[in-house]
């Protein structure tokens, strides 16, 4: 089930930032009093009454004019409120309403995604203030007060975005529907391959390196199932990203990849394995997705009987943390091998959610202890009591020790080589944590 995304809007320094800082728990967003300080969307996961959700802070929104960052933040809004399912409209109560927030409300009702009002800096809490009835002009609902900064009214904000998230039960719905997320540096082929699976060219391609600048859906459904096809922006070494729109562009990949069940990482066969394609699929990996390397442009490539698999050995030594990833050679202009990767979509995806019971992971647990010995220092030996599943999407095994600064990573890497020759795993990354046996379980 994916999660709820919250964006926070409104014009600057109505306490944007703050609000977001206390929501998620930690201070991520540089608050300061001038406006304008906050330039780039930030996002970070929260969760109220049981509900995981991501939230993300924008920039601030002014008036259309000739000032670029101001520019950059309207785009940059307009891109947070095309991911969002619920929005924060965030004000300042002591102002009232100003003829930006009118134009915010304008852009916002056109969104047609629910809105939750927030009159912020009402920090004479008790009754309503009467400067609260003022903002029912902007006719986007009831506006709630709100003070930030003393934490006062939080629980009745989140309570209010908490009721107009997607139900839960429609969001299981599409269970069956596995999400794709193809990503890569710019030109590297994604939207080719979209296009070639959709039969139609909905993406636009063109030869010039980063014509695509959003994620796009696309729905597909063939023998092997339903699927949704997520189209990133490629993604750019920092230092190469001047363009304002391109600074989005990753963070909507990003964002794209924590939504995918599957995310198929396209190297172009005609330029090699990058610094870059490392750090790309790195972000997939952290985020515990299933992983696919699809080397595209693989007909352009003089080959003789060894290219294949020297080209496989220098991916993975360019990507030593996904070895566990399987490789394919396509080439999406002329479609070979393409329809190939429904199968390895099929099955990555299973194996990123696959579930193992406790008996049958102790036995393979001990079986590798018999094998290997695990290590020891000062004449203390680790000893492993037994270990337990606690997640999927990635396979999460939780073991127990007597020590656990005696649980070396190479001991580690060994059990979650154990594990993977056991079940499997192909395409997905395996995580392990390490409890002492008094340690709780967090399911």
């Not at 920092?238 to 963070?251: A, D, F, G, T």
């Not at 997705?289 to 009987?305: L, P, R």
């Not at 399987?326 to 999406?332: D, G, K, L, M, V």
Request: proline share 4%; aromatic share 8%.
């Amino acid at each position: 089930m994916s999660k709820p995304v919250v964006a926070i809007v409104g014009r600057p320094n109505v306490g944007k930032s703050t609000f977001f800082n206390y929501i998620v728990g930690q201070r991520i967003s540089i608050v300061e009093d001038t406006p304008g300080v906050t330039r780039d969307r930030v996002y970070a996961e929260s969760n109220w009454r049981g509900r995981d959700f991501t939230v993300i802070d924008t920039a601030c929104i002014e008036e259309l004019t000739g000032d670029t960052i101001v520019n950059q933040m309207r785009e940059q809004v307009d891109i947070a409120i095309s991911v969002a399912d619920v929005i924060i409209f965030l004000t300042d109560i002591k102002q009232g309403i100003t003829a930006a927030d009118e134009e915010i409300a304008t852009l916002l009702k056109k969104s047609k995604k629910p809105i939750v009002l927030v009159c912020n800096k009402a920090d004479n809490f008790g009754k309503d203030p009467m400067e609260l009835y003022e903002f029912y002009n902007l006719g986007i609902g009831t506006p709630l007060p709100l003070s930030a900064a003393n934490a006062i009214g939080v629980g009745d904000v989140l309570d209010a975005i908490y009721e107009k998230f997607p139900d839960e039960n429609e969001q299981d719905s599409d269970s069956e529907v596995i999400k794709v997320a193809i990503i890569g540096k710019p030109n590297a082929g994604k939207s080719s391959l979209v296009n070639k699976i959709l039969g139609e060219n909905r993406v636009i391609v063109s030869d010039v390196a980063g014509t695509t600048r959003d994620a796009i859906d696309s729905e597909y459904e063939n023998e092997y199932g339903k699927y949704v096809f997520i189209d990133t922006a490629g993604i750019r070494r920092k230092s190469k990203v001047k363009e304002n729109i391109e600074k989005y562009s990753v963070m909507r990949s990003n964002l794209a990849i924590e939504r995918a069940d599957v995310c198929i990482m396209m190297v172009d066969a005609t330029e090699g394995v990058s610094e870059q394609d490392s750090k790309i699929l790195g972000e997939a990996h952290e985020a515990g997705k299933g992983i696919i390397i699809a080397v595209n442009k693989w007909d352009e490539i003089e080959k003789d009987n060894y290219t294949l698999e020297k080209f496989k050995k220098d991916v993975y030594n360019e990507f030593p943390f996904a070895t566990y990833a399987p490789i394919i050679f396509i080439s999406a202009k002329t479609g070979q091998r393409v329809n190939k990767l429904f199968e390895m979509i099929n099955n990555v995806a299973n194996q990123n959610a696959l579930r193992v019971s406790t008996a049958v992971l102790n036995q393979v647990i001990n079986e590798a202890i018999a094998v290997v010995q695990p290590p020891s220092d000062k004449g203390k030996r680790l000893k492993i009591f037994y270990g337990t599943q606690a997640s999927t999407k990635p396979p999460t095994f939780v073991i127990f020790v007597n020590k656990k600064e005696l649980f070396h990573f190479s001991y580690e890497r060994y059990l979650v080589n154990c594990i993977r020759n056991n079940f499997g795993l192909e395409g997905t990354p395996v995580r392990i944590i390490v409890r002492e046996k008094n340690d709780k379980v967090e399911e």
